[in-house]
């Protein structure tokens, strides 16, 4: 699936920003995502399951099921009309680009003065990241992490000179192991530890990937 979507990079399409980062709000799919980012790269959205599917190499039954469930959840519609006196059945994106507004206005309207988890990395990151990475900071959040230990996490990993989201994970994963849900915790956690080790630290001089096998 990743390469499918390296591939589309490779093959210069355009991939707006805000679907990469909204996608998973409208409830689709990576292989929806990746033919709604081909269909918006289209000039002629004439329905053509057999041209999709030899272009963006996936099987032409599952793209007439992946077209009929974002029919079927109002991301796109397929409507029958003529255009430049050609009579058929063409693809309409007017609802996928109405919702991902709303989601937009929606954010807006919530007053969300704090900047979005995605800008932090990536500006701490100093450049854009990846869909994949975006698939492992949600998966995160699906996990139960909160955005504020998430956002520790990279503090840490950011200290000490590394921009790496496995870094990161076994940070998280091995502050879940201890309890650890808040900042507060995390300085707890290393007061005892150097009241145990009677070296006074700095509040990020500290391993948490090799302090067990001291």
């Known amino acids: ?13 355009l991939i707006p920003g805000v679907l990469l980062k909204k996608y998973k709000e409208l409830n689709i799919t990576e292989r929806e995502f990746i033919l709604l980012v081909y ?14 599917s030899s272009e963006i190499g996936i099987d032409m039954v599952e793209i007439m099921n992946i077209l009929n469930s974002l029919d ?38 919530t007053g969300q ?8 990395f990536e500006k701490e990151f100093g450049r854009t990241i990846s869909p994949m990475e975006y698939e492992i900071i949600n998966a995160w959040i699906s996990s139960g992490f909160n955005e504020e230990l998430i956002l520790l996490g990279l503090k840490e990993a950011i200290y000490n000179g ?3 989201l496995r870094y990161i994970d076994k940070i ?5 192991k201890k309890g ?22 700095e ?12």
């Open 113 to 120: 003065n704090k900047t979005n988890i995605f800008d932090i």
């Open 1 to 13: 699936m990743i390469e499918k979507i390296i591939n589309l990079f490779n093959d210069n399409y």
């Open 72 to 109: 079927n959840k109002d991301i796109i519609k397929i409507v029958t009309k003529q255009i430049n006196n050609k009579h058929g059945e063409y693809i309409e994106l007017d609802n996928m680009y109405n919702k991902l507004g709303f989601l937009i206005i929606n954010d807006e309207s």
């Open 172 to 176: 998280l994963h091995e502050w879940h």
């Open 39 to 52: 269909l918006i790269n289209q000039k002629d959205l004439l329905f053509n399951p057999k041209k999709i």
């Open 162 to 164: 590394v921009t790496n």
């Open 203 to 214: 509040i990020f001089d500290y391993d948490w990937l090799n302090e067990s096998n001291e």
């Open 180 to 201: 650890i849900k808040t900042e507060s915790d995390i300085l707890k956690e290393r007061k005892n530890f150097n009241a145990k080790k009677e070296m006074p630290k």
